[in-house]
C-alpha cells in the first residue's frame, strides 16, 4: 500500500470523527515522520474546557512526546481544517517542514493573518470535499 496524502488525510478524518461524536468541532490532526504516524489529536476544547485543546496542538505535543524532542524538524503534519493563528504558531515553533491541509477556514484560518516567510510547505485541499463535508453536516445539526 502507497502513503499517499491521501491515506494520512483519512488518519486525520478519523481523529475528525473522535471530536464530531463528541460533539466537538470535527477537526483531527496527525504528525508523520518517517511514514509512521507518531502523533494524533482532534479537537477536545469543550471536553477539556480548555481553548488550546485543538487538534493540532494535541497531535503536537504527542508526537514531541514521541521523539522526545520539541523539535518536529523531519515531521509533516496533516490537518482536516486549516489551522488557526494559535495553531500555525505552534507549527511554526516545532518547525514541523509541511503542512496538509484538507478544507480551508475562510473566517479564522492562519493564511487571513500570516503572511509566512518561513520555509514551511503548504499543501491545499487534500480530500477537500470529505473535510468540507464533516465541518458542513457538523454545523448544520447545530443550527436545525
Do not use: W
Amino acid at each position: 500500500m502507497e502513503l499517499t496524502p491521501d491515506y494520512y488525510m483519512k488518519q486525520a478524518l478519523r481523529q475528525a470523527e473522535n471530536s464530531f461524536a463528541e460533539d466537538e468541532v470535527p477537526i483531527g490532526a496527525i504528525v508523520v515522520a518517517n511514514n509512521q504516524i507518531i502523533g494524533k489529536g482532534y479537537n477536545q476544547v469543550e471536553r477539556l474546557n480548555d481553548p488550546t485543546a485543538h487538534a493540532e496542538m494535541l497531535a503536537i505535543t504527542a508526537a514531541s512526546g514521541a521523539l522526545d524532542s520539541k523539535f518536529l524538524n523531519e515531521c509533516e503534519l496533516y490537518v482536516t481544517v486549516e489551522p488557526c493563528v494559535m495553531c500555525y504558531g505552534a507549527i511554526k515553533n516545532a518547525r514541523i517542514k509541511k503542512i496538509h491541509i484538507g478544507c480551508m477556514e475562510p473566517k479564522h484560518g492562519f493564511t487571513n493573518f500570516v503572511q509566512d516567510r518561513t520555509k514551511i510547505v503548504v499543501n491545499k485541499g487534500v480530500l477537500q470535499e470529505d473535510c468540507a463535508l464533516l465541518m458542513t453536516t457538523f454545523f448544520e445539526g447545530k443550527r436545525s
